[in-house]
DNA sequence: GTGAAAGCGCTAACAT
DNA sequence: ATGTTAGCGCTTTCAC
């Protein structure tokens, strides 16, 4: 039989055990103030010996200082990817509303800089107590963080990373690794002779490539271990829904022999319309990303599985842990948190 | 751009808006006295209409009741499952010790009716706030719970269920779809014409048999997909480790075809010995739950996959809801609270 | 550099 | 049946 009950030392007990006051203490453990060597020993000693903690209800709710976050993310369409995460940001926000934060999130188009640019330049002027972005413009995010550390404004990645930059906190898969899983789970089965990689046409002006690195992952797998095997690649726009099943009959016409599909971006919904109408047996189809459209595809069974992440969460996650270090004015325990892939299958797709 | 900020409502505010005082919301939000259903209406009214939502922060720190918890779970050693589920109500208990939560630990012996009874006759006479237990032993779980119930004490479940019974909640996985999951991964690679299944030996006199519905969704998926495949079932016995390898390798000696090994309790790591002495191209090999050694066994590479869900999460889960619901005096959203099934390879075995 | 004290929003015991 | 009020443990402003 074991026993938990509760009678945790407070932040008095710490004072009066250093024999110090509480606002002492509370100086010492979040560094918010001058202390003395001397005092600030005593107070280290005194929490160590009462195994102290604070209690977060308590801190949450005398804390009165607001705390203005900025997510800088791409704009997106109902069922997207970045709704997704604007939902966990969301989300996280109301959570830690008792915390005095609030969160302002801007949207830039992928397609375009300039909107980047534009919103980072907006950020700036808000002067946050902390920025959330992801990094599809290498560059362009560059001389944004380099500027926001010119102000002494902390910040996080979301999704994908740049390593060179100082940033607190990352929180996203480890997108080369999550390419390989697909792959593997796309060769599980049967081994394969050519695949098909199907991608999004883009506007060739843009300069954005978030996927590269999972393509890479998921590439290199198949090189290292079905080196004779022949990845085509198709593209399809999702601008003009109308093209793509004649653009995949088209295609895939052309290459008949192809039992093994993959699409290394979010939308492998995309496929479902071909997908329903050429059934075939022995094929397999992999996606990344449990958007609901794919969740109902793989439901239906014309998917075969999905690499994933809770997207929301992983934003919730982020933001929450991120706010805790600024309001702490600590580092995170761990500076890169990377999240662990989920396998999705009709199999295991209920209670997701 | 979105902006999240944060005047919430306080019960202040209701209080105002419906023309009473503080105590008297609180009263009809937590059902904790006497109100006129008058007075009722107006402050459902106000919180409606300020969107009031207690802050929880508050909630807590003011709480000064103390709840005490009792668990009955079965004893473990180092490694077990058991132990994980420990550990998730540990954590459980020591973040909602600001809740004024104490939690009992009772263990009981899985070979031991009588151990059972025992603990749950202590339990008893605790007279807890509520307890949360698994049900292996089926007919003494129900003759405890028809007790709790005439002492008005609420109970859950966790890991298994019993559908008869008045439980608030439930927290676990559906047992007889993961061991469909286990076949599915099973098989999935190539297709079984004999499996051994491996398992425990256990005392002839005790009466629980908690892996049952998993083994018959296992063996449910073979017989309908492969009814060919004959299941070949061999005991191991836990308490003579020593025993293990010759009895496997008497065992497989007799069954040289045999290339699919499924285990359907928690233990696979016992095969471990047997696996790295006869290396075998083309076997494949699951089982059941991330104990750390399982985990150690997926990495070696000498076991190919897992289903499992987080352990310590859901215990955690289930303890901090169920009391939740016991604070708050209210039923939970979802009384069966079905956890989500983790396959794990060694693909995605990082950061689990 | 440090102490004192007024809240944060809520609970629960005590009044009425 | 409803109102009043003293805390819960911490933060933060204001004094010194």
Redesign the interface.
């Known amino acids: 039989?074991?026993?938990?009950?509760?009678k945790?030392a407070t932040i008095f007990d710490v004072a009066e055990k250093a024999g110090v006051s509480r606002g002492t203490v509370d100086r010492v453990i979040y560094g918010r103030g001058r202390v003395s060597q001397q005092t600030r020993d005593k107070v280290h000693k005194a929490i160590e010996e009462l195994d102290y903690s604070p209690?977060?209800?308590?801190s949450?709710?005398a804390s009165r200082k607001e705390y203005a976050f900025s997510c800088l993310i791409p704009e997106f369409r109902k069922g997207d990817y970045w709704e997704e995460m604007?939902n966990g940001f969301?989300a996280a926000?109301?959570d830690y509303?008792?915390y005095?934060?609030?969160?302002?999130?801007?949207?830039y188009d992928q397609q375009d800089v300039d909107s980047f640019i534009r919103?980072s330049e907006?950020i700036l002027s808000e002067k946050p107590a902390g920025v959330i972005m992801n990094t599809v413009f290498r560059e362009e995010v560059t001389a944004f963080c380099k500027k926001l550390e010119g102000s002494g404004i902390p910040y996080a990645f979301v999704d994908n990373k740049i390593d060179e930059l100082d940033y607190t906190l990352y929180y996203g898969v480890?997108p080369y690794?999550s390419g390989?899983?697909g792959a593997?789970l796309l060769t599980?089965?049967t081994d394969p002779e050519e695949i098909a990689l199907v991608r999004l046409l883009r506007d060739p002006s843009h300069k954005a490539d978030p996927n590269r690195p999972r393509r890479h992952g998921f590439s290199d797998y198949i090189e290292d271990f079905f080196p004779k095997c022949k990845i085509h690649t198709v593209f399809i726009d999702p601008e003009k829904p109308g093209s793509i099943l004649s653009t995949l009959e088209s295609f895939f016409g052309q290459h008949p022999g192809i039992r093994h599909i993959a699409m290394t971006n979010s939308r492998v919904y995309l496929l479902g319309e071909y997908l329903r109408k050429h059934p075939s047996e022995g094929r397999i189809v992999i996606g990344f990303d449990d958007l609901d459209k794919n969740l109902a595809c793989l439901k239906e069974g014309i998917i075969d599985a999905l690499?994933t992440r809770h997207i929301p969460l992983q934003a919730y996650n982020a933001l929450t842990t991120f706010a805790d270090c600024i309001i702490r004015n600590r580092r995170p325990a761990h500076k890169n948190h990377?999240?662990?892939?989920?396998?999705l299958?009709q199999?295991?797709l209920?209670?997701?």
């Not at 209690?55 to 308590?58: F, H, K, L, V």
Request: net charge positive; hydrophobic share 40%.
């Open positions: 039989m074991q026993k938990i009950s509760n945790t209690n977060t209800n308590a949450k709710l604007n969301l926000a109301r509303s008792s005095n934060i609030n969160l302002t999130i801007h949207h919103e907006a480890d690794k390989a899983l593997w599980n089965r690499v990377f999240v662990h892939m989920d396998i299958t199999m295991n209920d209670n997701y």
